[in-house]
């Protein structure tokens, strides 16, 4: 239980220290601001600079965001402006007695919430969590003839108890108003009542899939994790692979633990990174590790988890309580 704790620990230490230091707001096909933001305003900012006349501007979401200003997007003349996340599973959080975007005459602008602009899956989630009474507080606002934009795919979020203000405002117009403004196939929520399940210092970071993949999607923590702590285990198809008995010494847990949790989180593990090798996948593995696998001449299948799946794993053990624990 220790080392599952301590672990989890670490991954969370490093996600919260990279999420505050690294880029994850990635700007092209502009005009003096194709650059890497830690934040969404910053990334507003630098386009609201320059000029932008016939652009087609992408802004990708490649980590969560935690917006500690207003992120305004002015009027441009960009041809067209495109938001997603380039992954699953991430988020565009603040806490702002204001709106968190805010469309100030923007045009043209599409926020859409599948990862990569595909499919048809809600990934991105965009939320204000402030409970202010104060107006214009909104997770999107819609102000001075914002026209023709498009918010899609997306869970969107707002905790305002103003009148005046809302997950989706639409607030004054110029000369024409906000118009021809698309909203389609979002996620709406109110949070005023759930606040309390809002991170605080008792708050898991591991409850739900989101929370964990936001932590299992952080491919740079995880490798700084991984050298710290120095697991040893087979380097196999160019990264580090474990056999559930390596997992099982590592958690000093029996292995029978290791196949109840895959039997029931299986499409999870399987997505971060556990597979069933056979085959010749197998046979190549034998060659190579025949004297780190147990009874491997009888092996006809051999699961392997990867670090990702390994702390994935690590989420789901952590919960259990041991005896005395």
């Not at 386009?47 to 002015?74: D, P």
């Not at 969107?156 to 607030?171: D, E, P, R, Y």
């Not at 210092?201 to 050298?227: C, G, M, P, V």
Request: charged letters at 15%; hydrophobic letters at 40%; aromatic letters at 8%.
């Amino acid at each position: 239980m220790k080392k599952i704790n301590f672990l989890l620990a670490m991954a969370l230490v490093a996600l919260v220290l990279l999420q505050t230091a690294n880029a994850q707001v990635t700007v092209t096909g502009s005009t003096g601001a194709n650059a890497t933001y830690a934040r969404l305003a910053l990334a507003f900012t630098a386009i609201n600079g320059t000029a932008q006349t016939g652009n087609n501007i992408v802004i990708t979401i490649t980590a969560s965001t935690n917006e500690s200003a207003l992120a305004v997007l002015n009027a441009g003349a960009w041809t067209t402006l495109k938001i997603y996340p380039t992954i699953t599973g991430l988020t565009i959080t603040g806490n702002l007695p204001s709106p968190l975007i805010d469309l100030n005459g923007a045009d043209n602008v599409t926020i859409d919430g599948r990862v990569n602009s595909t499919g048809a899956t809600k990934d991105l989630i965009i939320t204000n969590t402030n409970t202010s009474a104060t107006a214009n507080t909104s997770t999107i606002r819609f102000y001075n003839d914002a026209s023709t934009n498009t918010v899609k795919y997306c869970t969107l979020k707002g905790s305002t108890t103003h009148t005046a203000g809302g997950v989706l405002f639409f607030s004054s117009g110029t000369t024409m108003g906000n118009n021809n403004n698309t909203i389609d196939n979002n996620n709406i929520i109110t949070c005023r009542k759930a606040l309390t399940n809002f991170p605080s210092k008792q708050h898991n970071l591991t409850n739900s899939n989101i929370d964990r993949q936001n932590i299992l999607n952080n491919h740079f923590a995880l490798s700084q994790i991984q050298e710290y702590i120095g697991l040893p285990g087979m380097i196999f198809e160019g990264e580090y692979s474990f056999t559930k008995e390596m997992v099982a010494n590592f958690f000093e847990i029996d292995i029978s633990t290791i196949d109840r949790y895959l039997t029931k989180y299986e499409e999870e593990l399987k997505h971060n990174g556990y597979i069933l090798t056979k085959g010749k996948q197998l046979k190549d593995l034998k060659l190579q590790f025949d004297h780190l696998i147990d009874k491997a001449s009888k092996t006809r299948q051999l699961g392997l988890f990867n670090f990702r799946a390994l702390l994935n794993l690590s989420m789901y053990l952590s919960k259990v309580k041991k005896p005395g624990i």
